[in-house]
């Protein structure tokens, strides 16, 4: 995915040029306006590469670009963003017939932090993953009846065990879907690609997956390492060099971020992410996590389940402790801020949890 705003033509299209590059096969470019829109039919002039294009939260945009895309990205929790009226159905009806019509495949990219909300607030909170299948599953069903069948799902979450499961649970009640894994906000490099690798090994060894993308918080010169994690990763399991099963459920930190892309409003986000990594390695043996997200359409709903979480606006971070908002602090105040509060959540931890 380019990180590049979208409007900034010549920097997206380098970014798409060295994305395509390093390997990857299909590049997702985010549009969330009708500038980005425009921006994006002149990048498909500059670029053969296949493209797919994230709607983001308007739904309305498809027809616009469809044109100059190979794929289309809907998430089933932000189609209730616009028009909340109107049924969830009619509007995939709409987006099935603009890819029909405009030979485009579609992904349904179902994510932790936007679940569809009837089907969360069906669930005990703590099962993440059930209200992730039956979205993902109720779409399916709905794409079949419309005869549209040129679509792949994702079911994407930080913790490499609930890709695991979730992907597992998807494939066995529909092996016929397509499946593009992904371990999303993984964070930086390396753990973000040893996040990563847990995933794909338990998935793809079991013959689950079709496409994958590496989610990696690193600056935008950067990018193309995770072309080069996804492809290294791939190779490794086809030759046999896995690793010994690793559990991030062990009583560890845990800082998760997401990766740089579009929708960040200011790039002092990755810097915040390896300085929040730096100040928090006295913590490095509690059983804490921390969520770092860089914009805010994910950030919110994606950093109630951290003990503590960031989500960065264009001048403010937002600091959370669980789903409850602590404040909004400068870049430059935030660390202090988070360490207070860090300090607090080890305290309350049981001593077995704290070891």
């Known amino acids: 995915m380019t990180a590049t705003h979208t409007q900034d033509i010549d920097a997206t299209v380098a970014q798409i040029v060295a994305l395509h590059a390093a390997g990857a096969d299909v590049i997702r470019v985010a549009v969330d306006s009708t500038k980005d829109a425009a921006a994006l039919a002149e990048i498909r002039k500059q670029t053969d590469a296949n493209l797919a294009v994230d709607l983001q939260e308007n739904y309305r945009l498809a027809e616009v670009v469809a044109p100059y895309v190979d794929k289309i990205r809907y998430n089933p929790g932000h189609l209730y963003h616009h028009e909340r009226e109107k049924p969830w159905q009619e509007k995939v009806k709409y987006l099935a017939s603009i890819a029909q019509d405009n030979d485009c495949a579609m992904r349904v990219g179902v994510n932790c932090g936007s679940v569809d909300p009837a089907k969360k607030d069906k669930h005990d909170p703590a099962d993440s993953i059930t209200p992730m299948l039956e979205s993902a599953w109720e779409h399916c069903d709905f794409l079949d009846s419309l005869g549209y069948h040129r679509y792949c799902v994702s079911m994407k979450d930080s913790d490499p065990q609930k890709v695991i499961e979730g992907n597992k649970r998807f494939a066995e009640k529909r092996p016929d879907v397509p499946l593009h894994l992904g371990v999303t906000e993984a964070g930086m490099p390396p753990d973000g690609i040893i996040k990563t690798r847990i995933a794909f090994e338990q998935l793809i060894s079991h013959g689950i997956g079709d496409t994958i993308r590496v989610s990696l ?31 991030y459920g062990l009583q560890t930190l845990n800082i998760i971020s997401c990766p740089s892309c579009s929708r960040v409003e200011n790039e002092a986000f990755i810097d915040l992410a390896q300085q929040v990594k ?18 805010r359409v994910n950030g919110p709903g994606e950093t109630d389940d951290a003990d503590l979480g960031l989500w960065c606006g264009p001048n403010f971070v937002n600091l959370k402790k669980g789903p409850v908002e602590l404040g909004a602090f400068p870049y430059d105040a935030i660390l202090p801020r988070l360490k207070e509060e860090l300090d607090k959540v080890i305290a309350a931890k049981p001593a077995k949890q704290r070891a």
Do not use: Q, W
């Open 278 to 295: 730096e100040m928090t390695a006295y913590a490095k043996d509690h059983a804490v996590t921390i969520a770092v997200m860089g914009c």
């Open 217 to 247: 918080t690193v600056p935008n010169s950067r990018k193309p390492e995770e072309i080069v994690a996804g492809r290294k990763i791939l190779e490794d399991i086809a030759a046999g060099r896995v690793r010994s099963f690793v559990d």
